[in-house]
């Protein structure tokens, strides 16, 4: 078990929707990442976040938001949901960035 | 961006058997690292190692960052090695990690 949590573990929704997903970091973790992993992309980069701020964005769509909360939570929103959306979305948290990364067990978003 | 190379992208092997895999980047980085998906989908971080050796068990790693490559070595391979090992480099220690395409090893009993 890394630590880290996510959920809900499976999601499946329709076209034109909007989902939220959540992870809590390790304990004592300030740094939380988001990765999307579908079969033909491999593993994107989407946002990273220290300790509240926005530190860090990849191929973030701007149909896609997330923060991070004071208690160091954070939440990806997907909006306008569209087929291609679906993946398995993976949160990650290390303890300061650039130190070792420990995934959650990822959400799996089937938008249909 | 920084590019990452992984090679060979599929591996099968018997258990017992031993075997290397290569990760190559194009430019400098000061963060890697290794990680195994398993078959049900779970990451898994391997190693932290930016340059240098490091062993865990079976499985040990190597790299050398003025040359561009590192190298995750696995002895006695287990059916429980099976999955996809993934190299992940940054260029600063604190930057996102780029990942690669990934390793597909298959440990026949």
């Known amino acids: 078990d890394s630590g880290v949590t996510q959920t809900p573990k499976h999601l499946i929704t329709a076209t034109g929707q909007r989902v939220t997903l959540r992870c809590s970091p390790r304990?004592?973790?300030?740094?939380v990442y988001w990765y999307q992993q579908s079969l033909d992309q491999g593993l994107q980069f989407l946002i990273q976040y220290y300790n509240g701020e926005e530190r860090a964005k990849g191929n973030i769509l701007e149909r896609f938001s997330a923060q991070q909360f004071p208690d160091l939570h954070s939440e990806l929103n997907l909006s306008s949901l569209e087929l291609g959306d679906s993946a398995l979305y993976f949160c990650?948290?290390?303890?300061?960035?650039?130190?070792?990364?420990?995934f959650g067990n990822g959400t799996r978003l089937t938008v249909t | 961006g920084i590019q990452v190379e992984q090679s060979p992208p599929d591996l099968i092997l018997q258990e017992g058997a031993n075997s290397t895999l290569r990760c190559n980047f194009s430019?400098?980085?000061?963060?890697l690292q290794w990680f195994h998906q398993n078959p049900w989908g779970q990451l898994i971080n391997l190693f932290y190692?930016?340059?240098g050796t490091k062993q865990n068990g079976r499985l040990s790693a190597t790299t050398v960052a003025t040359e561009r490559y590192s190298l995750l070595y696995i002895s006695s391979s287990q059916t429980t090695d099976s999955g996809v090992y993934f190299c992940a480099v940054g260029e600063t220690s604190g930057s996102r990690l780029t990942f690669g395409e990934g390793t597909q090893l298959t440990v026949n009993p």
């Open positions: 430019d400098s980085v000061n963060n």
């Open positions: 990650a948290s290390s303890a300061t960035p650039g130190s070792p990364l420990h």
């Open positions: 304990s004592g973790d300030l740094s």
């Open positions: 190692i930016p340059s």
